[in-house]
């Protein structure tokens, strides 16, 4: 299955942004706005891209598609003053078969796109929850087909997403449009066959037409980006609010990488910190958990995760737990009894970690997406460093060591009996 990208217009409403850059090359939370689209589809099962513009931007298009090992054709329309309509006419030597048709400037999530390639004909949405209503085209509707489109409809049903997933019969009708008129869009030609439609209703999708969309995409994508399960109370409250910010204001700046050094590099501090001065080194301790955060939005809002990158992040997320809690130790310079304790609370750190790692690697799945009860279960790492910063602050030293026993290994026997109850269910 083929996709036909729609990408001949200059974006003028973009100001300098698209001066030199084609619209959909322009990046949006670290990401060109094409790619985001074509990485989804590929993994999808579209095969094929025919990329359609204008001999402007031609070169540009050859070097991201080639950079990116995408398979293309491109198509040069030397006339895109004659409409999108006319850019997809010169596509049709190149599809056969149902194919996809996609706007260039066009950002969707990945659940959009998985229901929407179901479907046939135009993609509407009845919600546009995030779609700017006033520039958005409206579409009426009438029996599952389009009965009218246009920007200008008071009265409408749904709305336009500018994804198709059509027939290639359609380019009879195309090409008899393009006989009569010396300019052709998109919307002509599907009032024209009264096009079927297919909802995908209430997922994010929208038109990044200005730098004030492009702002607005950001925000989504990163706010999307969290990633969720595994977060404790701390991180869903306090963490991820500032984290969210900080991952805005560097996304298109940094790789994850250097935000997962970064914060590695805060935590030694923080160590080193714990051991002279507990309340400063409290502090910096929770600051490393807020950043360590930044690292995954930037990889997920950016699509750059891999694998090694977890991995490696949380490697170091276990050495800094260490080194923090062991600084506090020296600084608190225990008897040994107190050492028995310290041990417990640093064992139990690790042990938390360890049980629900060890879970997806015996069972190969997310423990807290199977086993609800998880996400209720204190003692989650963002957790039990900010009980720490707080008890650094009031000078309770030896509570931290305490409370961490206690609190660490309560957790792990709970989880170990929350995984044997769902194995005997």
Same mark, same amino acid.
């Given at each position: 299955m083929k996709a036909v990208i729609l990408a001949a217009g200059l974006g003028t409403r973009m100001g300098k942004l698209s001066k030199e850059t084609p619209k959909g090359l322009i990046k949006v939370a670290g990401r060109e706005i094409l790619y985001r689209?074509?990485?989804?589809?590929?993994?999808?099962?579209i095969d094929e891209f025919v990329v359609v513009t204008n001999p402007l931007y031609k070169e540009k298009f050859e070097e991201f598609l080639r950079k990116n090992n995408f398979r293309y054709q491109l198509v040069i329309n030397d006339s895109p003053e004659k409409g999108n309509g006319y850019s997809l006419y010169l596509a049709r030597p190149y599809v056969s078969g149902r194919f996809?048709? $996609?706007? *260039?400037?066009h950002i969707y999530e990945e659940a959009f796109i998985r229901e929407a390639l179901k479907g046939n004909g135009l993609v509407v949405d009845r919600?546009?929850?995030? =779609?700017?209503?006033?520039?958005?085209?409206?579409?009426? #509707? @009438?029996?599952?087909?389009?009965?009218?489109?246009?920007?200008?409809? @008071?009265?409408?049903?749904?709305?336009?997403?500018?994804?198709?997933?059509?027939? /290639?019969?359609?380019? @009879?009708?195309?090409?008899k449009l393009v006989k009569e008129k010396e300019e052709l869009e998109l919307a @002509?030609? $599907?009032k024209e066959t009264k096009l079927e439609v297919f909802e995908v209703n209430g997922f994010f999708w929208m038109d990044v037409d200005t730098p004030e969309d492009i702002k607005k995409a950001k925000k989504f994508l990163i706010k999307n980006a969290i990633k969720g399960s595994g977060d404790g109370i701390v991180s869903r409250h306090l963490n991820r609010k500032i984290s969210t910010k900080i991952s805005e204001v560097l996304i298109d700046y940094?790789?994850?990488? +250097?935000?997962?050094?970064? *914060?590695?590099?805060?935590?030694?501090? =923080?160590?080193?910190?714990?051991?002279?001065? /507990?309340?400063?080194?409290?502090? #910096? %301790?929770? #600051?490393?958990?807020? #950043?360590?955060? $930044?690292?995954?939005?930037?990889?997920?809002?950016?699509?750059?995760?891999?694998?090694?990158?977890? %991995?490696?992040? *949380?490697?170091?997320?276990? %050495?800094?737990?260490?080194?923090?809690l062991l600084g506090l130790a020296l600084n608190l310079n225990p008897d040994i009894w107190g050492w028995v304790v310290? *041990?417990?609370a640093l064992f139990g750190s690790a042990m938390v970690s360890y049980s629900t790692e060890r879970y997806k690697g015996e069972y190969f799945v997310d423990i807290y997406k199977v086993i609800p009860q998880m996400k209720y279960l204190f003692g989650k790492r963002d957790e039990r460093i900010f009980l720490t910063m707080i008890l650094c602050l009031v000078g309770k030293i030896s509570w931290i060591f305490i409370i961490l026993a206690?609190?660490? +290994?309560?957790?792990?026997?709970a989880t170990i009996y929350l995984v044997q109850k769902r194995e005997d269910s």
């Open positions: 689209t074509m990485k989804i589809l590929k993994g999808e099962g996809v048709v $996609v706007m *260039s400037d919600d546009g929850k995030f =779609a700017n209503i006033d520039e958005a085209t409206k579409v009426k #509707l @009438e029996n599952g087909r389009v009965a009218d489109i246009g920007k200008a409809l @008071e009265e409408y049903d749904a709305l336009d997403t500018g994804f198709f997933v059509l027939e /290639p019969d359609i380019f @009879e009708i195309i090409e @002509e030609i $599907v940094v790789e994850p990488i +250097h935000m997962t050094i970064f *914060s590695f590099a805060v935590g030694i501090i =923080a160590a080193f910190m714990a051991f002279i001065s /507990p309340p400063v080194g409290g502090l #910096l %301790y929770q #600051l490393n958990s807020i #950043l360590d955060g $930044v690292d995954g939005e930037i990889a997920r809002a950016a699509m750059k995760t891999s694998r090694f990158g977890g %991995y490696f992040d *949380s490697i170091l997320d276990r %050495y800094i737990d260490f080194f923090v310290v *041990s417990l206690l609190i660490t +290994h309560l957790r792990v026997f």
